[in-house]
């Protein structure tokens, strides 16, 4: 048995200080300067330097990134000054995909590498769109589920990026055939093209060195792989808007390459592959309504790997009502495996995965493995608040962010992701991500269990009409 | 004879709760008495600020019939008012609203900026006001606050009850029978019946202050119901109250002691738990402090794992062979075993009954009290409204239903879920977290930081601890109780039933807000 894959965290501090979500207002001029001031009760310790703090408005705000909010002091002040706030700053953060929550859990995990963790149960809404209308499934007693995290068991999150055979031949005891080339990689999740605005300074070097620390892939343009110095042999995919010699050079050394979908992307393939024969060609293409059509196509005639771009959202692109990525999905992997060429290609899904839970959730849907930017820009800092799409300065100076604080945050997000997929997996019953992929009968959707229940007894749902 | 102690001797002499520095009285009374917040400030939704311009003449105190306005006996001044027990401008009309009585205007009513910033989908401001209300007075709270459901958008938050437009003649509400039968398999074993139709949670020695865990053990002797011991040993203190606790065996096997089953009434198997369905059990290290190292017999400070899942059960075949280990060590004993809510939840409702199960208890996958990973909680198992209709239809279709008990958790908030619950086919309930919030817990969600519970609730540090007393304790979960109970005893009366059994599985009671409600 190989040794057990591993991410190595290690606490790394963000640069700025965290929005929290939390705070404790206080109407300081009816304070009676009493001795038993509750601010010494404080269980977190949080009121420890206001003496020196006091001086320096810095330490209100470090309140309010700290306040766990448990109403302590707010409830036995003597003179009922204390009141709790929730941050208004917080409120605004993200959009409704991305929430404040959402964004707060991320910095949470590529600050530590840890998992979040709280008590009291689920406090969120019951489901909601995508991602969130989706539970998954585990086991108590006849599929076994396993270890998890602190298991003893090996649960492997390999998977494989190429073309694979549809069976094996033989001749004379010999494989008579030559098997395509695959990558493979330990985790399912690259790193994707990270989009224009958030491409400063050594935002891009330090996604890289992410990417061969955690031993994955990062898709960075050809322009991005000249400017910043990262070495194809490292982890890199270059994505190759418009292939020729000159390019194709560039990205030589790389296992893999990527090119947007065109109509002659086959022909492409086929010069790329000519070239060097080891060589995987994964294609691009925007997920829009007929995309799985186009899928089939391509997978027909013999891609390699096929990469799904959603829009930040996980939205499909260009339709009038767009579906989520997990219905997109479903379509895409069920055409496949009616043709009976599931097998045979990679697809790749991105835009959209926002949370560890959204990698085991898109695989469940048909994808081998997703590719992310937007977790990867909120690991080092990003607020999501736009002023670098409207030119203005960035609030968390992205452009003066030093390449290995950002990879350190970056790995650490993904070790609490990858450790998050152990337990998801484990619940699961299932010993690798290889087998999740399409695995709807170990998840569970929102609209079957609804119609199975509530639709049994009540009839039709009226959001359905 | 050797006079070197055996290792259960030793275990015994550290036992850190052999010798209760405040022995409690094993006698619970079931009386309603007032049990006041344990803070200075308790949080309302409404807040009355009292201005400069009052020359307190007293006609807030005449006029407030809900104790906002006091002045004790011989004080000339009005004491700081109670403003979380004000029921806000629907006072208006009642003729009680010092706001319009206050001859100088010197009064002003608003809303807590600090309610609002509390709770959370499932548990909103509302249902945590109510829930403190009830655990203070032992009465329905009031209908300023939304007491039945929170705002989670889904399954219980969106049924209703349908009411018959008069309940029948003759039925009166003293008459209504809360009980709920525990053994249904016509064995050998104790016909267990309890007053009322839900019983405690697991919680364990460890996971949360003893105190609080004795409330519970309490409550459950005054309604002659449960408790469960959780999977943390079986503290000394609950001996008095042994006819009314659960031991639980979970995966770890802490405290699971011969003595332990043979004392317990239920001995109850925990194969999953709904706040981390598939996950192990996870003690902090930080809370494995000496007193808990010696119940469960580990080092002082190492975090402790319960594993998952069973490594002894890969078949219904190995289950039964567990519920057969108890059944010899304790005859008297009924066997529950606890489970999540996978996809074929029906399925092992099925085995656990032909195992020899005589409770099956579903822990839907949004409840739970102790910490677990976010990933966890939001999306492993589907949530306790789903799976209750399945597992009661498949027992019916079986033939068993008569059979088997089935109590249904995770999520419970209040008396109107134990209904909803009940009339979507479980015979009753547990409940963890209305309990703990009837202790005061905010739902901050911060559990498992540093020293524990900053409310004194989940933690074993000795100075957080002191937060809470055991008779406070009780009384709040005494108040709770009889509160849910009354209200329970008005929803059945007004829909015309005459026990809390006859609502279980009159689905024809209910409607949902997002269906036509036509099928």
């Known amino acids: 048995m190989p040794a057990k894959y591993v991410i190595h965290h290690k606490a790394t501090k963000p640069r700025f200080r965290p929005i929290g979500k939390l705070g404790i207002v206080e109407w300081r001029e009816d304070c009676s300067s009493c001795h038993n001031c509750v601010k010494r009760d404080c269980v977190y310790r949080l009121y420890r330097d206001e003496a020196d703090t006091l001086r320096d408005e810095v330490g209100y705000l470090d309140y309010i990134y700290q306040c766990k909010g448990c109403l302590n002091c707010v409830q036995n002040c003597t003179k009922n000054i204390l009141t709790r706030v929730v941050n208004p700053e917080f409120r605004r953060l993200g959009d409704a995909y991305y929430t404040p929550d959402l964004i707060l859990s991320t910095w949470y995990q590529a600050e530590t590498g840890k998992i979040p963790v709280s008590g009291a149960g689920y406090g969120g809404p019951f489901s909601g769109p995508g991602f969130d209308s989706m539970w998954t499934d585990m086991s108590e007693i006849v599929r076994p589920t396993r270890d998890g995290i602190h298991g003893r068991e090996y649960i492997s999150t390999s998977v494989d990026i190429g073309r694979k055979l549809p069976h094996l031949e033989f001749e004379n005891g010999r494989l008579k055939v030559d098997p395509p080339p695959l990558a493979e990689i330990p985790l399912p999740v690259i790193f994707d093209r990270i989009p224009p605005h958030w491409k400063r300074g050594a935002v891009t070097a330090a996604v890289a060195a992410a990417a061969a620390e955690v031993g994955t892939l990062a898709i960075l343009d050809e322009a991005d792989l000249r400017d910043s110095g990262v070495s194809v042999r490292g982890r890199a995919i270059p994505f190759l808007t418009a292939p020729s010699a000159a390019t194709a050079n560039t990205a030589e050394a790389a296992t893999v390459v990527m090119i947007p979908d065109r109509p002659d992307a086959m022909a492409v393939q086929a010069a790329l592959k000519r070239e060097h024969p080891a060589r995987i060609v994964a294609i691009r293409i925007p997920a829009g309504p007929d995309v799985a059509g186009r899928v089939a196509e391509l997978a027909g005639d013999g891609a390699d790997a096929i990469q799904l771009t959603f829009d930040s959202h996980g939205k499909e692109l260009g339709a009038v009502q767009p579906r989520h990525m997990r219905d997109v999905l479903r379509e895409t992997h069920t055409t496949l495996v009616r043709k009976g060429i599931r097998d045979e290609v990679t697809l790749i899904a991105s835009g959209g995965i926002a949370a560890a839970e959204h990698v085991a959730k898109a695989i469940l849907c048909g994808a081998d493995m997703v590719a992310i930017e937007v977790p990867l820009i909120l690991a080092l800092e990003c607020r999501l608040c736009g002023e670098c799409e409207r030119g203005q300065q960035c609030p968390i100076a992205l452009e003066e962010i030093d390449a290995g604080f950002g990879a350190r945050r970056i790995v650490n997000l993904m070790a609490a992701w990858h450790s998050q997929l152990l337990e998801m997996l484990g619940a699961m019953g299932i010993r690798e991500v290889r087998r999740l992929r399409g695995e709807t009968g170990r998840c569970m959707f929102f609209e079957d269990l609804e119609r199975e229940t509530f639709g049994r007894w009540f009839g039709k749902r009226r959001t359905d009409s | ?519």
């Open chain 2, 1 to 519: 004879m050797s006079t070197v102690p055996s290792s259960r001797q030793r275990a015994e002499s550290r036992r850190p709760d052999a010798s209760p520095s405040r022995p409690e009285s094993a006698d619970v009374s079931r009386e309603i008495r007032p049990a006041p917040p344990r803070y200075r400030n308790e949080i309302g939704k409404f807040g009355v600020h009292r201005g400069p311009q009052c020359e307190a003449c007293g006609r807030c105190v005449e006029t407030c019939r809900h104790g906002v306005h006091v002045r004790p006996e011989g004080y000339l001044h009005v004491m700081r008012p109670y403003d979380y027990r004000c029921i806000g401008p629907a006072c208006g009309d009642t003729g009680s609203y010092c706001i319009d009585a206050c001859p100088q205007g010197a009064l002003k009513l608003s809303v807590n900026p600090v309610s609002e910033t509390m709770g959370d989908c499932r548990w909103t401001p509302d249902l945590l006001l109510s829930t403190w209300a009830m655990a203070e007075t032992g009465r329905p709270p009031g209908n300023h606050l939304e007491s039945e459901v929170g705002a989670s958008g889904g399954g219980f938050d969106r049924l209703r009850f349908r009411f018959p437009d008069a309940p029948p003649p003759g039925l009166s509400r003293e008459d209504i029978s809360t009980k709920l039968l525990l053994n249904r398999r016509g064995d050998s074993r104790p016909r267990i019946e309890i007053d009322i139709p839900w019983y405690g949670g697991g919680m364990s020695f460890g996971s949360t202050n003893i105190r609080a865990l004795l409330g519970k053990a309490r409550v459950a002797k005054a309604f002659n119901g449960f408790t469960c011991t959780g999977e943390g040993g079986y503290p000394e203190r609950f001996l008095p109250y042994k006819d009314h606790v659960i031991t639980q065996v979970a995966t770890g096997l802490f405290g699971v002691r011969e003595e332990t089953i043979q004392r317990a009434p239920i001995v109850e198997f925990k194969y999953a738990q709904g706040a981390k369905p598939g996950l192990g059990g996870h003690l902090l290290g930080d809370k494995n402090t000496p007193s808990v190292a010696a119940m469960r017999e580990t080092v002082q400070g190492v975090s402790l794992f319960s594993p998952f899942p069973f490594h002894s059960v890969y078949s219904v075949e190995d289950h039964q062979k567990h519920l057969d280990w108890i059944a010899h060590v304790n005859p008297r004993a009924l066997l529950s075993a606890k489970v999540s809510t996978p996809a074929d939840v029906d399925m092992v409702a099925v085995g656990i009954y032909y195992a020899g199960g005589h409770i099956v208890h579903l822990d839907g996958s949004y409840g739970g009290t102790g910490a677990a990973p976010n990933v966890a909680k939001k999306n492993i198992a589907m949530p306790i409204e789903y799976a209750i209709g399945r597992v009661h239809q498949f027992l019916v279709d079986e033939g068993i239903r008569d059979k088997i008990t089935v109590i249904a958790s995770g999520g419970i908030r209040t008396p109107a879920d134990v209904a909803k619950a009940i009339a979507m086919g479980a015979d009753g309930c547990v409940i963890g977290t209305a309990e703990l919030v009837a202790l005061s817990c905010i739902r901050c969600t911060a559990c498992e930081s540093g020293r524990g519970c900053a409310r004194g609730i989940a933690t074993t540090d000795d100075e957080l601890l002191e937060m809470v007393d055991v008779e406070w304790c009780t009384q709040r979960l005494v108040n709770l109780y009889g509160a849910w109970r009354e209200m329970l005893v008005d929803l059945l009366f007004r829909l015309g039933l005459d026990s809390v059994s006859a609502l279980r599985g009159r689905i024809d009671l209910l409607s949902h807000l997002d269906y036509e409600n036509e099928a």
